[in-house]
């Protein structure tokens, strides 16, 4: 038995749209629209569909909600409640079991809000929630867009994005423009992503959140939060079981947030987390990040600061992580700061490639103007490398590059200067089996220059360790060159 329900509601200043088609047993759909120029369309083919739309206008203006909602198969439902004007929706749902429900809101003072979700197969889910809203001639509400394709089995993708303006005068703030697009093949994939933004002013959009999320195979998840503009990500995994989690955080004094994380394989898990502060007479940098790992088991962990401050701007955060092969890990860190007499803040840079079985690397740059490089091929190495430059910049520089070659290579480098003028820098290259290399060095104001280490071994059960420390007119240089097997060097000098 077919049971075929519709109910709208149409105002008198002008009109309001309403076509719904039902065809099967049991289908239900209600629509409700307010004010005028609202336009609503449902579709539904099949057993058990349920329908709800409601629109709604504000008392100011003669702003349009428009939606659409096409479901076909068996047990669909899909709710969309949209207010204020400004709001499109388009749901088209393929299938068993799939849900959406997406709630929009603005008004005469907000900006505006699209919205669509295509599911296909079975038990799909979808919520979309978007709001942009703001003060009459005071703060602006911005411009969020979602985008949603599901295709499979189990899928699950929950986009919240905001960009509400508020306050007048001084205190305005507007919404930022907030994009997003989701996009799920295979079974079981989960996505979240958040979206949120104001900056400064009455004038909407003046930056942007973007992400997007691609996930292909089975039981992939994703969580994005982006907050405040300038922010932008992209995530694409391919595989199972893989996770990436990337939040990000810009201010109206902070620069630019770029994370990028591809994972193919089976059970990469990314970490990444990017901020750019500042203050009113300073400026944050960038911070970039970009993350790819192949294999099974490989976890990367990124978390990037860049603080501006004294009327000095923070320093630029870059990092690239490669991975390939089984059980990597890799851990970069890199913050900055500038807090007085600022001759170069520089940037932080940071590359590290596995490749492998069961290698590690950290990475920890602090004050701005270190560069790292870790390359490890074959098995079981490890590389730790920890910079500082503490502060206060007039020159400076940390640099460190590690290669290691072979099997249970373990290298580990610590820097620290303390600025004007100095240098440390350390090579390391360890090629063979069992090669052990060790290097510290210091040398903290007063100073005009460096500590220099460098260490080449190739061969068998080598080991090498230098300490370098230094004051005043500081120089020390140490360079460890082995070749062969059962090689020993130490090196201490003060």
């Known amino acids: 038995m077919?049971?075929?329900?519709?109910?709208?509601?149409?105002?008198?200043?002008?009109?309001?749209?309403?076509?719904?088609?039902?065809?099967?047993?049991?289908?239900?759909a209600i629509s409700s629209q307010t004010n005028g120029h609202n336009k609503q369309l449902t579709v539904q083919a099949g057993k058990h569909n349920f329908a709800v739309t409601s629109q709604t206008n504000s008392a100011t203006g003669s702003?349009?909600?428009?939606?659409?909602?096409?479901?076909?198969?068996?047990?669909?439902?899909?709710?969309?409640?949209?207010?204020?004007?400004?709001n499109k929706q388009g749901t088209?749902?393929?299938?068993?079991?799939?849900?959406?429900?997406?709630?929009?809101?603005?008004?005469?003072?907000?900006?505006?809000?699209?919205?669509?979700?295509?599911?296909?197969?079975?038990?799909?889910?979808?919520?979309?929630?978007?709001?942009?809203?703001?003060?009459?001639?005071?703060?602006?509400?911005?411009?969020?867009?979602?985008?949603?394709?599901?295709?499979g089995y189990g899928n699950t993708a929950l986009i919240g994005q905001n960009s509400a303006g508020s306050g007048n005068g001084n205190s305005a703030r507007s919404g930022v423009d907030n994009d997003s697009a989701v996009v799920q093949f295979g079974g079981k994939n989960f996505a979240a992503v958040w979206q949120d933004g104001t900056r400064a002013g009455t004038t909407p959009n003046t930056a942007s959140n973007d992400s997007f999320v691609g996930q292909f195979g089975w039981a992939n998840a994703a969580l994005v939060?982006?907050?405040?503009?300038?922010?932008?990500?992209?995530?694409?995994?391919?595989?199972?079981?893989?996770?990436?989690?990337?939040?990000?955080?810009?201010?109206?004094?902070?620069?630019?947030?770029?994370?990028?994380?591809?994972?193919?394989?089976?059970?990469?898990?990314a970490l990444t987390a990017q901020n750019s502060d500042g203050t009113h007479s300073s400026t944050g940098r960038d911070n970039n990040a970009?993350?790819?790992?192949?294999?099974?088991?490989?976890?990367?962990?990124?978390?990037?600061?860049?603080?501006?401050?004294?009327?000095?701007?923070?320093v630029e955060n870059n990092a690239l992580t490669l991975q390939v092969g089984k059980g990597n890990f890799a851990v970069t860190s890199q913050s900055g700061t500038s807090n007085g007499t600022n001759f170069w803040s520089g940037s932080n840079d940071s590359l590290v490639a596995q490749f492998g079985k069961?290698?590690?690397?950290?990475?920890?740059?602090?004050?701005?103007?270190?560069?790292?490089?870790t390359l490890q091929a074959g098995y079981k190495n490890f590389a730790a490398t920890g910079q500082s430059n503490t502060g206060t910049a007039l020159f400076g520089q940390n640099a460190s590059l590690t290669v290691q070659a072979g099997a249970k290579n373990v290298a580990l480098t610590s820097q620290k200067i303390a600025n004007p003028l100095g240098f440390n820098g350390s090579l390391i290259a360890q090629i063979g089996y069992k090669n052990?290399?060790?290097?510290?060095?210091?040398?903290?104001?007063?100073?005009?220059?460096a500590n220099l280490q460098g260490t080449l071994q190739v061969g068998n059960?080598?080991?090498?360790?230098?300490?370098?420390?230094?004051?005043?007119?500081?120089?020390?240089?140490?360079?460890?060159?082995q070749f062969g097997s059962y090689n020993k060097a130490i090196t201490v000098q003060h």
């Open 2 to 28: 077919a049971i075929l329900m519709a109910s709208t509601s149409l105002a008198f200043a002008a009109s309001n749209e309403s076509f719904i088609v039902q065809i099967g047993a049991s289908n239900g």
């Open 63 to 86: 702003n349009s909600n428009k939606s659409g909602t096409f479901q076909f198969g068996i047990g669909n439902a899909a709710l969309v409640g949209q207010n204020g004007g400004h």
């Open 92 to 151: 088209l749902q393929v299938g068993i079991g799939n849900g959406a429900i997406t709630g929009q809101n603005t008004n005469a003072d907000g900006g505006r809000n699209d919205a669509h979700t295509a599911q296909f197969g079975v038990e799909n889910h979808s919520l979309t929630a978007q709001n942009s809203t703001g003060v009459h001639n005071g703060g602006q509400g911005g411009d969020n867009d979602s985008r949603l394709l599901q295709i």
């Open 225 to 269: 939060g982006q907050t405040g503009g300038n922010n932008g990500q992209a995530t694409l995994q391919f595989g199972a079981h893989n996770f990436a989690a990337t939040g990000q955080n810009a201010t109206d004094h902070g620069e630019t947030n770029s994370a990028f994380t591809l994972q193919g394989g089976y059970g990469n898990g």
């Open 290 to 314: 970009a993350t790819l790992q192949f294999g099974s088991g490989n976890g990367a962990i990124t978390a990037q600061n860049s603080t501006g401050k004294n009327g000095l701007p923070g």
């Open 358 to 373: 069961d290698n590690g690397a950290l990475v920890s740059q602090t004050n701005g103007g270190n560069a790292q490089a």
């Open 436 to 449: 052990t290399a060790v290097a510290a060095q210091t040398g903290i104001q007063p100073m005009i220059g």
């Open 461 to 481: 059960g080598n080991l090498a360790v230098t300490s370098q420390v230094a004051s005043a007119s500081v120089s020390n240089t140490s360079f460890t060159a």
